[in-house]
């Protein structure tokens, strides 16, 4: 088994190897029929959106709802999300994913919201549950979005950007000067939002005894061998981590309040934020991920690793929401940075984070060969590896390793958010990417 971008994020090869261990640590569980399917949800009437009002119900007033045939892709979609509840001819050995919920905006309008398959599935082991113990996964799931987390950094860094609090053009060092080491004086703010930096994936954080050594690590992470900030595509965590930190320091805050009061407050999000635990009072509708041994079952507590270590909140990753929410975001930037009336961004600056700034750029990624640099402010742009037929140059969004992904289709005025539990009991079992982009063809 090659190392993959999961087991090199938290380096080390200690971490690395305890990675490889906690996938061999035990037998694959053999795939069963679940004894009791659990009960369809219905595709969706067209509902005007709005923001959130209750964490407790997805139910929408008849005031709200217009009758409208189901659009033409919503039995497609079902029909791809039931598919991959399980094994399939491009996962052979299991399920997907063992639940997974997408919603479809088009032109402000939910079109499709729907939900498959469980919510909670295993226990550690992984052993499956029985029947009566399973969770089935609903519309309002909370689920951990991953790599998701690194859009809300990036729209907080942009409103930084718009108060005149940040310069895109800017070294880090100017805000962070703690920012150290050979080379790193000439990365910018932007390069860090374009993975352009030349920083690895991940930084080293275990092995240490509090979060003061450990986001020094983040900060002081050496630059990639060869590396040279500003030339070649290179998705890098720590580049995330390090704007979190920029965040905290020029808004005075730590992220989770950052998050809240200039992002999830204004747009009405009350299903959305880090450590759930501490938020979710229904705790059913917490998706599980992990339930591998190494380290139990992950049930409102965040899948990364590095994350993980640094306490449960940082720039990329850490954020757990509904798809209703992460669609709002989506809206957010569709809408040029406005929603329900109220601009959170400018209309200039979220046009530039939404074009390519990374033209005639070399990427590299191992692990995903036809991805190229094609990437906004942010967001990644027209990679099909992910977006399917969906794919243009002005398509934008984001994935997620537990199975998630955020996409915005400008052309098509459209929103499409697939969250999935895929590493529900264990991430090694399925590529997300097949999901996400039969979910996309289904729509295009």
Same mark, same amino acid.
């Given at each position: 088994?090659?190392?993959?971008?999961?087991?090199?994020?938290?380096?080390?090869? $200690? %971490? #690395?190897?305890? =990675?490889?261990?906690?996938?061999?640590?035990?037998? !694959?569980?053999?795939? *069963?029929?679940? &004894?009791?399917?659990?009960?369809?949800?219905?595709?969706?009437?067209?509902?005007?959106?709005?923001?959130?009002? $209750? %964490? #407790?119900?997805? =139910?929408?007033?008849?005031?709200?709802?217009?009758? !409208?045939?189901?659009? *033409?892709?919503? &039995?497609?979609?079902?029909?791809?999300?039931?598919?991959?509840?399980?094994?399939?001819?491009?996962?052979?050995?299991?399920?997907?994913?063992?639940?997974?919920?997408?919603?479809?905006?088009?032109?402000?309008?939910?079109?499709?919201?729907? &939900?498959?398959?469980?919510?909670?599935?295993?226990?550690?082991?992984?052993?499956?549950?029985?029947?009566?113990?399973?969770?089935?996964?609903?519309?309002?799931?909370?689920?951990?979005?991953?790599?998701?987390?690194?859009?809300?950094?990036?729209?907080?860094?942009?409103?930084?950007?718009?108060?005149?609090?940040?310069?895109?053009?800017?070294?880090?060092?100017?805000?962070?000067?703690?920012?150290?080491?050979?080379?790193?004086?000439?990365?910018?703010?932007?390069?860090?939002?374009?993975?352009?930096?030349?920083?690895?994936?991940?930084?080293?954080?275990?092995?240490?005894?509090?979060?003061?050594?450990?986001?020094?690590?983040?900060?002081?992470?050496?630059?990639?061998?060869?590396?040279?900030?500003?030339?070649?595509?290179?998705?890098?965590?720590?580049?995330?981590?390090?704007?979190?930190?920029?965040?905290?320091?020029?808004?005075?805050?730590?992220?989770?309040?950052?998050?809240?009061?200039?992002?999830?407050?204004?747009?009405?999000?009350?299903?959305?934020?880090?450590?759930?635990?501490?938020?979710?009072?229904?705790?059913?509708?917490?998706?599980?991920?992990?339930?591998?041994?190494?380290?139990?079952?992950?049930?409102?507590?965040?899948?990364?690793?590095?994350?993980?270590?640094?306490?449960?909140?940082?720039?990329?990753?850490?954020?757990?929401?509904?798809?209703?929410?992460?669609?709002?975001?989506?809206?957010?930037?569709?809408?040029?940075?406005?929603?329900?009336?109220?601009?959170?961004?400018?209309?200039?600056?979220?046009?530039?984070?939404?074009?390519?700034?990374?033209?005639?750029?070399?990427?590299?990624?191992?692990?995903?060969?036809?991805?190229?640099?094609?990437?906004?402010?942010?967001?990644?742009?027209?990679?099909?590896?992910?977006?399917?037929?969906?794919?243009?140059?002005?398509?934008?969004?984001?994935?997620?390793?537990?199975?998630?992904?955020?996409?915005?289709?400008?052309?098509?005025?459209?929103?499409?958010?697939?969250?999935?539990?895929?590493?529900?009991?264990?991430?090694?079992?399925?590529?997300?990417?097949?999901?996400?982009?039969?979910?996309?063809?289904?729509?295009?």
């Amino acid at each position: 088994m090659s190392l993959t971008r999961r087991m090199l994020l938290g380096a080390g090869l $200690s %971490s #690395a190897a305890a =990675a490889l261990a906690g996938c061999a640590e035990n037998p !694959a569980p053999t795939w *069963a029929e679940p &004894a009791t399917a659990p009960p369809a949800v219905p595709v969706a009437g067209e509902v005007a959106v709005a923001p959130s009002t $209750s %964490s #407790a119900t997805t =139910a929408v007033t008849p005031a709200q709802t217009r009758a !409208a045939a189901p659009p *033409a892709y919503a &039995a497609r979609v079902q029909n791809v999300l039931t598919k991959y509840l399980k094994p399939t001819p491009d996962n052979p050995k299991h399920p997907g994913y063992a639940g997974a919920v997408a919603l479809v905006m088009v032109d402000g309008k939910t079109t499709l919201h729907t &939900a498959v398959g469980h919510a909670l599935r295993y226990q550690a082991g992984p052993v499956e549950l029985p029947a009566s113990k399973r969770v089935a996964a609903k519309p309002d799931s909370i689920f951990d979005l991953a790599s998701l987390t690194k859009v809300y950094t990036a729209l907080l860094v942009l409103q930084l950007v718009d108060k005149g609090k940040v310069d895109l053009a800017a070294p880090v060092q100017k805000y962070l000067p703690e920012f150290t080491g050979t080379g790193k004086n000439k990365i910018t703010i932007a390069m860090l939002l374009a993975h352009t930096s030349a920083l690895p994936v991940g930084a080293k954080v275990t092995g240490m005894t509090n979060n003061t050594a450990r986001w020094k690590s983040v900060l002081t992470t050496p630059l990639v061998k060869g590396g040279v900030p500003g030339t070649t595509f290179r998705y890098s965590s720590v580049g995330l981590m390090v704007l979190g930190r920029l965040v905290e320091k020029l808004t005075g805050k730590t992220l989770d309040k950052a998050l809240r009061d200039n992002l999830l407050t204004p747009l009405g999000l009350k299903d959305t934020g880090f450590q759930p635990l501490k938020w979710v009072s229904a705790k059913q509708r917490l998706v599980a991920t992990d339930a591998r041994s190494s380290r139990g079952l992950l049930r409102g507590t965040v899948h990364d690793d590095v994350c993980n270590h640094l306490g449960g909140i940082a720039g990329h990753a850490g954020i757990f929401g509904t798809a209703k929410d992460v669609a709002v975001i989506g809206q957010l930037m569709l809408n040029g940075g406005t929603y329900n009336g109220k601009r959170l961004l400018s209309a200039a600056l979220l046009k530039q984070a939404l074009t390519n700034v990374n033209k005639g750029k070399p990427a590299i990624d191992a692990e995903r060969p036809k991805r190229t640099a094609d990437h906004g402010l942010g967001v990644e742009l027209n990679q099909p590896w992910f977006m399917g037929k969906l794919a243009s140059p002005t398509t934008f969004g984001h994935t997620g390793f537990t199975g998630t992904s955020l996409l915005v289709s400008p052309a098509r005025k459209t929103v499409v958010v697939l969250l999935t539990n895929r590493a529900h009991p264990n991430w090694s079992w399925s590529n997300p990417d097949t999901h996400r982009v039969a979910v996309h063809n289904a729509i295009a």
